[in-house]
């Protein structure tokens, strides 16, 4: 990364927020544009904030005017109609526009493994994976039309200390320690990429203002491989259980009992996370995943119980895998 000036559109979610800390780290002038709120992940000293609702397009832009930034990373676009806003504020305000899309986007499920930049984008079950696949088409006319410089990055799965990686969040961490039944899709051994947001973020900070991302799209992707039964039991031997109960549904069993869960079990969870970052890896040779999943749980499990306020159960999550238990 060469030292730039960086307007993040968000800034304090999960991936976002890393970015906001690591960029900010090596020296850019990070400014974030966000509704204000800043309590769930603090700027660091010296970042500076706009307040503004990104979807005014008037109050935005109002915001903006007259700013030019070497990089906007945006991480609030999920539609089409938002992103031709967002482009109308902020196409001509910057040299690299670089979209947030998904790994959930590529094929479902995929016809080879690994899956790579190339993979064909298209995802039946997920309209959160139709929107960005809609976006990225956008996005290309926009970039081959000469009207914005674009690079588009593909997060997989990626996670810091606040999100519990299996379906029901905390919830599942909770039953594990009271000796419930937690279920898992198919036998549990599909594999499985999770990233710590922190090595999300090292590797998305160097390609900003890097001319060979222009026009260019990227997996960020942990290479650690993991399978569902793993990560469960990761998650339970940080959470200091040492025999944790976990039991087997097929996707279209869970599926049927908690629809709510069709987009992420069929749209992406139950399909194989295995990754290709050699075209990362190219433009950032030194570039390499430091956490693993063991201490990301460690992280998660912590930061949990530090505060009782943070292990919320939900009772419609529990009493859906009480359902899976007795099915």
Not at 145 to 167: F, I, K, M, N, Q
Request: hydrophobic fraction near 40%.
């Amino acid at each position: 990364m060469t030292q730039t000036s960086l307007l993040v559109i968000g800034g304090t979610g999960q991936i976002s927020a890393a970015v906001v800390r690591e960029a900010h780290a090596r020296g850019s002038a990070v400014t974030v544009l966000n509704r204000g709120s800043t309590s769930s992940r603090p700027l660091p000293d010296g970042v500076e904030q706009i307040v503004a609702d990104v979807r005014d397009e008037a109050a935005t832009a109002a915001a903006v005017d007259g700013r030019h930034f070497d990089s906007v990373a945006d991480y609030l676009t999920y539609t089409p109609d938002q992103l031709a806003q967002s482009l109308r504020i902020f196409a001509d305000r910057t040299d690299q526009y670089v979209f947030i899309s998904s790994a959930s986007a590529y094929q479902k499920p995929p016809s080879r493994l690994p899956i790579d930049e190339a993979t064909p984008l298209h995802n039946p079950w997920s309209a959160y994976a139709r929107d960005k696949i809609a976006c990225e088409a956008l996005l290309r006319t926009e970039h081959t039309a000469g009207r914005v410089p674009v690079t588009v990055v593909r997060p997989s799965h990626t996670y810091d200390e606040t999100h519990v990686p299996l379906l029901g969040g905390w919830t599942t961490i909770d039953r594990l320690r009271r000796g419930a039944p937690v279920a898992l899709h198919g036998d549990g051994t599909s594999l499985w990429a999770l990233t710590h947001s922190s090595d999300f973020a090292r590797a998305f900070v160097e390609l900003l203002g890097h001319p060979g991302a222009i026009g260019e799209a990227f997996n960020i992707t942990s290479p650690e491989l993991l399978t569902w039964n793993m990560i469960a039991r990761t998650l339970a031997d940080a959470a200091g259980v040492t025999t944790p109960t976990l039991i087997h549904r097929t996707t279209h069993d869970l599926v049927e009992l908690e629809p709510s869960w069709d987009a992420s079990l069929r749209g992406d969870r139950s399909h194989p996370g295995v990754f290709d970052t050699s075209k990362l890896r190219a433009l950032a040779p030194d570039w390499e995943a430091r956490v693993a999943f063991a201490d990301g749980a460690r992280e998660i499990v912590a930061w949990h119980d530090a505060d009782a306020s943070r292990r919320v159960v939900d009772p419609e999550v529990d009493a859906s895998y009480d359902r899976f238990a007795g099915a």
